[in-house]
């Protein structure tokens, strides 16, 4: 099972990595938004142009809707990543309980069904927080952020949405020509 196939267990969005180009000028972020498109295989809807006025904070929604587009694969990612990180942390609390059993722990011996209660409950519990920790996707926060501090500047910016790998060099190589600084999420 590779990394992507992995991190799509993970997360219910099509494209999990964003890659946004800032240009100083309208003209040149539309040539390079032409340039993903027309030269580097991306379909349209995983292009988004974005002007200076959409770093506007009474323009957040248009913001939002550019960079993060799939509203129905978000919420997807947040009960997969929870749910899925739930059921690891339930069972690495039970192999800790029979390990220690296995161990001769006295603890665990005396009574191994509250031992096992009680590390399923912190492992289930944990996993849980690393589920939502997951599901907020700080990698994106921060590209975000800094795309909208570039556009508050006047600058352009283009971001591009990937599908795979691929994409995603395809889009940063694209994007590297003529833009003043390339940001992605990983």
Do not use: N
């Not at 556009?151 to 060099?169: I, K, M």
């Amino acid at each position: 099972m590779g990394q992507h196939t992995l991190m799509h267990a993970f997360f219910g969005e099509r494209s999990l990595t964003k890659v946004a180009g800032v240009f100083p000028a309208r003209a040149q972020a539309e040539q390079a938004a032409r340039r993903l498109t027309q030269a580097s295989g991306f379909q349209r809807q995983q292009v988004e142009l974005l002007a200076p006025q959409d770093g506007d904070w009474t323009r957040a929604d248009v913001l939002a809707r550019k960079m993060e587009p799939e509203d129905r694969g978000i919420w997807s990612t947040v009960i997969r990543a929870h749910v899925l990180s739930g059921v690891i942390g339930f069972l690495l609390g039970a192999a800790l309980c029979l390990l220690m059993w296995l161990a001769g722990q006295p603890g665990v011996r005396a009574s191994p069904g509250l031992a096992l209660l009680a590390m399923v409950g912190f492992g289930t519990t944990f996993g849980l927080l690393a589920g939502g920790l997951l599901s907020m996707r700080p990698d994106h926060g921060r590209v975000i952020a800094l795309v909208r501090q570039y556009l508050r500047q006047g600058r352009w910016a283009v971001v591009a949405h990937p599908d795979t790998p691929e994409q995603v060099a395809r889009a940063e190589r694209t994007l590297q020509d003529g833009s003043e600084r390339v940001v992605r999420t990983l």
